[in-house]
């Protein structure tokens, strides 16, 4: 069967990476933040975290995803 456009159909795949955050905001005075993220796709039920990096407030990661 043809597929107009070159669609596919069924489940799509995508590798997220998630690579760093910059000059987070620092609430705490005494001490600096252990930084995570969460990644979240609404109404499939995935979510993931990246490890926590301690103490800073440029956390790098360098984590790949893959969500469907």
């Known amino acids: 069967m043809s597929n107009p ?5 069924g489940p799509v ?7 760093c955050a910059k ?3 620092k609430k ?3 001490r600096l933040p252990d ?9 499939s039920g995935q979510c ?12 790098k990661w360098n984590q790949h995803y893959d969500l469907q």
């Open 5 to 9: 456009g070159g669609r596919r159909n």
């Open 13 to 19: 795949k995508l590798r997220l990476t998630v690579l």
């Open 23 to 25: 000059n987070l905001v």
């Open 28 to 30: 705490d005075f005494f």
């Open 35 to 43: 930084p995570f993220a969460k990644v979240v796709v609404d109404g």
């Open 48 to 59: 993931h975290s990246t490890d926590t990096v301690k103490n800073t407030l440029d956390p």
